[in-house]
């Protein structure tokens, strides 16, 4: 666990000796804080599979978007349970129980030694899921490096290349000089993105969400990517923002560019991946305060989760 004690997982490089209970930007210890596990069935399909993703929500995050749908626990006084790195290993065994084939870890990169760890004791004990890296795309090289050799999909966002949306949106303007970076070194280290005989993705998806007014920085973003990531990346492009507050200060896309959109991956010839309908009304804004956070049919949560937050 040295990577805490001078912490450098994410491009914010705090140095604090998280061992001894400093706390950086992401505002947490050594100590592992989850808040939510169990079975999503909202991820892109060849995720989700027929039961639903196994997920495990981390609490905290490097970043702090205004506008992130689970602030709730990536604030930095967020919602979350304590566990201990066995509790980990088990419950992602827990989760290959309910019959999941993905084991998906939702923004741990403040988490990586701890991860790794568990996932190699879990590997012990017979884990055999496919893992899926669910991150925001805000981690150092070094970080990604120490969780690489355990990952099978890279479910990456892409935000935005452009520096004022970074700052309005992502939280630090350090995202948007820091994404470059990281997707270089996935170029470097992984091969061709595919789907397998048993229909689960391999290799990396980039996410990307249109922000409301900002149609050109979602340009130049799929432009970057026809350049240089088409080739051996998905990509899955989201068009449903939500503003967490319920309000209506941002505006919704329009059907004209939703069109232009789909116009612009045609001239790009960006064929792989996926792409969310406009007509989608589903709210996925969560509530982890309670077991089944998600719209109904879309989750089930983890038995042995809510024997954790019991105790």
């Known amino acids: 666990m040295d990577s805490y004690e001078a912490c450098t997982l994410c491009p914010h490089r705090c140095l604090v000796n998280r061992v001894k209970g400093e706390r950086g930007v992401c505002n947490e210890s050594a100590t592992v804080r989850i808040a939510w596990a169990g079975l999503h069935r909202g991820e892109e399909p060849p995720i989700s ?22 602030r709730q626990i990536s604030a930095r006084d967020g919602y979350g349970l304590e566990i201990g790195l066995e509790e980990l290993s088990t419950l992602m065994l827990a989760l290959q129980e309910m019959e999941t084939k993905t084991l998906n870890l939702v923004t ?58 970074a700052r309005r949106f992502c939280g630090t303007v350090r995202y948007q000089r820091s994404i470059r970076t990281v997707f270089d070194h ?49 990509l899955s492009l989201m068009v449903q923002f939500e503003d967490p507050e319920g309000t209506d200060r941002f505006p919704k896309v329009s059907q004209e560019e939703y069109d232009r959109l789909l116009e612009l991956l045609e001239e790009l010839k960006i064929e792989n991946g996926f792409v ?26 983890c038995p042995y989760f809510l024997e954790l937050r019991r105790l």
């Open 49 to 70: 599979g027929e039961a639903g993703s196994g997920m495990i929500f981390f609490s905290g995050c490097p970043l702090h978007c205004a506008t992130c749908q689970n």
């Open 108 to 165: 741990g990169t403040h988490f990586i030694p701890s991860i790794v760890e568990a996932l190699i004791g879990a590997k012990k004990r017979g884990l055999n899921l496919d893992v899926v890296w669910n991150s925001s795309g805000f981690e150092s090289v070094e970080g990604l490096s120490l969780v690489d050799p355990y990952v099978d999909l890279y479910l990456i966002d892409l935000k935005t290349l452009d520096e004022g949306v």
């Open 186 to 234: 996935l170029i470097q280290k992984r091969r061709n993105t595919f789907i397998d005989d048993d229909g689960l993705l391999k290799g990396v998806l980039v996410r990307h969400l249109l922000f409301p007014g900002e149609f050109k920085a979602t340009e130049e973003v799929l432009r970057y990517f026809a350049d240089h990531l088409k080739e051996s990346m998905h």
């Open 276 to 301: 969310q309908e406009i007509e989608d009304s589903i709210s996925w804004i969560p509530d982890f305060t309670k077991d089944e956070p998600f719209p109904p049919t879309f989750s089930e949560v």
